[in-house]
Nanobody
């Protein structure tokens, strides 16, 4: 089992910045791929950014490229999402995700409880 606890959400004005954190209950970054998802009211959950295990290769949703940065601190078992130049369209609940494939190829997922990000215009 893996517990993930997000923090760092809040209310910010357009153009502002926030840094989200996701603390894992144990050392998992060498095994689990990590990601940030978000879900706005009335919309489906979407993948915002990912970072792979071992090599730490990152990828981003097109609309956040150049504004958001995903990173991790292996010593602290903590995943981050630095969000700059925020717009009201970034308003959502942000979720931390850890995932891997088991021996038979099934995807194993763990989720945090979510943290609200609200960007005012």
């Amino acid at each position: 089992q893996v517990q993930l606890v997000e923090s760092g959400g809040g209310l910010v004005q357009t153009g502002g910045s926030l840094r989200l954190s996701c603390a894992a209950s144990r050392s998992i970054f060498n095994i689990y791929n990590m990601g940030w998802y978000r879900q706005a009211p009335g919309k489906q959950r979407e993948l915002v950014a990912t970072i792979t295990s071992l090599l730490g290769i990152t990828s981003y949703l097109d609309s956040v490229k150049g504004r958001f940065t995903i990173s991790r601190d292996n010593a602290k078992n903590t995943l981050y999402l630095q969000m700059n130049s925020l717009t009201p369209e970034d308003t959502a609940v942000y979720y931390c995700n850890a995932n891997r494939r088991n021996d038979v190829g099934e995807r194993i997922n763990y989720w945090g409880q979510g943290t609200q990000v609200t960007v005012s215009s």
